[in-house]
């Protein structure tokens, strides 16, 4: 049985890299693209809500689908319409054919 997906936007991976600044000799993490891949999007219902500084945070899982990669790590991240999402998990579907990637969404600032 063959499994097709409308993969209509595109998400960039992300993988922390540790480099070390310039002026102070620090070791700094920094985020670098992995890939530019083609995926489809669909958001979860459940939201997660937490409270800082008398705000309450809302923040929604989303599940990107995308073609097989053998490359993800769940310390990896994604970011889509300049937003960040951490990866909580994935999962294959299929013979290696997709990667369900669900994701929750960092925080409400853009990505840098």
């Known amino acids: ?5 409308m993969l209509d936007k595109f998400i960039s991976l ?4 540790s ?13 670098t693209q992995v890939a530019l891949i083609r995926a ?11 409270e800082t500084d008398n705000q309450i945070i809302a ?6 689908s995308i ?15 300049n937003q ?4 909580l998990n994935f999962h294959r579907i299929g013979r290696k ?3 369900n990637i669900v994701c929750i969404e960092r925080d409400s600032s853009p990505a840098a």
């Open 67 to 81: 073609r097989w990669r053998a490359d993800i790590n769940s310390t990896d991240r994604i970011v889509y319409d």
């Open 1 to 5: 049985m063959a499994v097709y997906m």
């Open 19 to 31: 480099t070390t600044n310039a002026n102070t000799g620090q070791k700094v993490k920094a985020w």
């Open 97 to 99: 054919a997709y990667i």
């Open 40 to 50: 489809s999007e669909s958001t979860g219902t459940t939201s997660k809500e937490k």
């Open 84 to 87: 960040i999402y951490d990866i």
């Open 14 to 17: 992300q993988r922390a890299i």
């Open 59 to 64: 923040s929604q899982k989303i599940t990107f």
